[in-house]
C-alpha cells in the first residue's frame, strides 16, 4: 500500500492516489527488492499489494483483483507460468509484466508467448526502467479495456439499431395492411359512386326521354304514315291490275315501304341506345359520327326552334375512348339547351354551331355555341352546380351529371359568353393513344 509520504507525492505530481489509485500486484520472493518496488510505484501514484509466493498471489487476486500483475518468474512454491495456468483455471485472467533473474531473456521470451505485456531483467537498470515499463503496460491494458468498451457500445448500437429497425417494419408492415385495406375500401366506394353515377344518368335519361316523347312520337308518325300510305297503293294495284300489273309502280311502292321502315327502325334504335341502363364501357368512338347521330336525335327540337345546325367539323378527327351513351347524353344535354335558349332570338335566324378541333397533342375541344338569350354572370359560376336551374321546370340535374361524365372521362367542361349573343359550351377528351384503352 501507499504509505502518506507517496500519497503526498503523488498528489503533487497530479496523480490519483488512494482509492481511485490502479492497483498493481507485486509477486516477489525478495523482500528487499519487493520493498524498493513498493516505493517505486507508490511514488508515480499506484496503489501496490505484495505477495511473496503463487499462494499468497492467487489469495490476493481472489479478494481484490489487480489491474496489473508483475510477477516474478521464480516463486518458492511454483514457477510464474504454473501460477498463471491456476489464474485461467480459476477463471481470473490478469494482464502481467514478467520480470526474470539476469541472464533468464529466454524465459521472459516464452512467457511473452503466453500473454505477458512486457518483461524486464532484474539487473542494475531494473528499477529505472520499472515505471516506464509498467505505465506502458497499463496504456496497452487501458487501450483494451476502451476497445472492450467501444465494442460493447458497438453492440448495443446495433441491438438497439435492429430493434428500431424491426420495430419500424412492424409500423410500416401495418401502416401498408391499413393503406391496402383503405385503398379497397376507397375503390369499393368509387366504384359504388361510379355505379350510382350511372344509375341517375340514367335516370336523367329517361327524364330527357319524357320531355321528348310528343316530339318523338311524331317522328314516328311520319315513316310509319308513309308505309300505310304505300301499303295501300300496293293493295289498290295487286286488286286493279290483273294482267296488266304495273311492275314498276308496284316495286317502286315496296321500296319506300323498306325505306319507312328502316328510317322507323333507325329513331327506335337511337331512342334504345340512349335510354339503354348498360354497364359504362370504354369503346374506340368516332366523334363526328356521333355528333350527327345526336342531332338526328334532337331534330325535332331543332325544327320546333326553327334552328339551323351547323357542322364544323374535323375531316378526320382522331378517335377517342369512352362509353358513347354517356357521352352521346352530354351533346344530347347541350343540344337541347342551346334549342331551348334561342327560342327568342328577336330577328336573328336561331343556329346551334357544333365545332370540333384539337386541343393540343392529347385531346379532341368540343363545341356547342348557339346565338340564344346567352347566360348571366351570376349564373355562369353556378351554372354546374347541382340542382340549380333557370327553367320553370328543371331538374337542374343535366349539365352537373354532363361534367362528372366528361370528368369521368379525364376531360373537363366548362361555359363561356358567346362571341355576340347567346353561350358557348366546351368539353375536353382524350384522343386513343392505345394507352388510354389498357389503362381504362
Known amino acids: 500500500m501507499m504509505s502518506p509520504e507517496e500519497q503526498s507525492e503523488a498528489a503533487g505530481r497530479g496523480l490519483p492516489s488512494g482509492n481511485d489509485a490502479e492497483l498493481i500486484l507485486v509477486v516477489e520472493d525478495d523482500e528487499a527488492l519487493l520493498r524498493l518496488i513498493e516505493h517505486c510505484l507508490g511514488a508515480l501514484g499506484y496503489r501496490t499489494r505484495c505477495a511473496a509466493d503463487g499462494a499468497s498471489a492467487l489469495g490476493c487476486v481472489e479478494q481484490n483483483p489487480p489491474r496489473l500483475i508483475l510477477l516474478d518468474y521464480s516463486l518458492p512454491d511454483m514457477r510464474g507460468e504454473q501460477l498463471l495456468e491456476r489464474l485461467a483455471a480459476a477463471g481470473r485472467s490478469v494482464p502481467f509484466v514478467v520480470a526474470t533473474g539476469h541472464g533468464s531473456e529466454s524465459v521472459a521470451v516464452e512467457m511473452m508467448k503466453r500473454g505477458a505485456l512486457d518483461y524486464l531483467v532484474k539487473n542494475a537498470s531494473f528499477l529505472e526502467l520499472l515505471p516506464a515499463v509498467v505505465e506502458q503496460a497499463l496504456e496497452r491494458v487501458r487501450q483494451a479495456e476502451r476497445l472492450v468498451e467501444a465494442e460493447e457500445q458497438l453492440r448495443r448500437a446495433h441491438e438497439e439499431l435492429e430493434n428500431r429497425v424491426r420495430l419500424r417494419t412492424a409500423e410500416l408492415a401495418e401502416a401498408n395492411r391499413r393503406l391496402l385495406i383503405e385503398m379497397d375500401e376507397r375503390r369499393r366506394a368509387v366504384e359504388q359512386l361510379h355505379q350510382h353515377q350511372a344509375e341517375f344518368a340514367h335516370f336523367a335519361r329517361l327524364n330527357t326521354l319524357g320531355e321528348m316523347v310528343a316530339e318523338l312520337a311524331h317522328e314516328l308518325n311520319q315513316p310509319l304514315s308513309a308505309i300505310c300510305s304505300h301499303a295501300q297503293a300496293c293493295k289498290r294495284l295487286l286488286q286493279d291490275g290483273g294482267d296488266e300489273l304495273r311492275a314498276g309502280e308496284f316495286s317502286a311502292s315496296l321500296h319506300q315501304v323498306s325505306e319507312q321502315a328502316d328510317r322507323a327502325a333507325e329513331i327506335i334504335r337511337r331512342l334504345r341506345r340512349f335510354v339503354a341502363k348498360a354497364k359504362p364501357s370504354q369503346t374506340t368512338i368516332d366523334l363526328n359520327a356521333m355528333i350527327r347521330d345526336v342531332a338526328a336525335l334532337t331534330n325535332l327540337e ?93 331538374m337542374g340535374m343535366g349539365l352537373p351529371i354532363s361534367q362528372s361524365i366528361v370528368e369521368n372521362h379525364s376531360g373537363r367542361l366548362w361555359v363561356s359568353q358567346g362571341p355576340g349573343r347567346g353561350a358557348s359550351f366546351h368539353f375536353t377528351l382524350p384522343i386513343d393513344t392505345g394507352e388510354n384503352s389498357r389503362a381504362n
Open 302 to 394: 331543332a325544327r320546333a326552334a326553327q334552328a339551323e345546325v351547323v357542322f364544323q367539323l374535323l375531316e378526320n378527327p382522331p378517335p377517342i375512348v369512352g362509353d358513347r351513351i354517356q357521352l352521346e347524353q352530354v351533346l344530347v344535354n347541350l343540344f337541347r339547351n342551346g334549342f331551348e335558349a334561342m327560342c327568342d332570338c328577336g330577328n336573328q335566324r336561331p343556329r346551334l354551331i357544333v365545332r370540333t378541333a384539337l386541343g393540343g397533342a392529347n385531346d379532341i375541344v368540343v363545341d356547342v355555341e348557339d346565338n340564344g338569350v346567352g347566360i348571366s354572370p351570376d349564373a355562369v359560376e353556378r351554372v354546374f352546380d347541382r340542382f340549380y336551374t333557370t327553367k320553370s321546370d328543371g
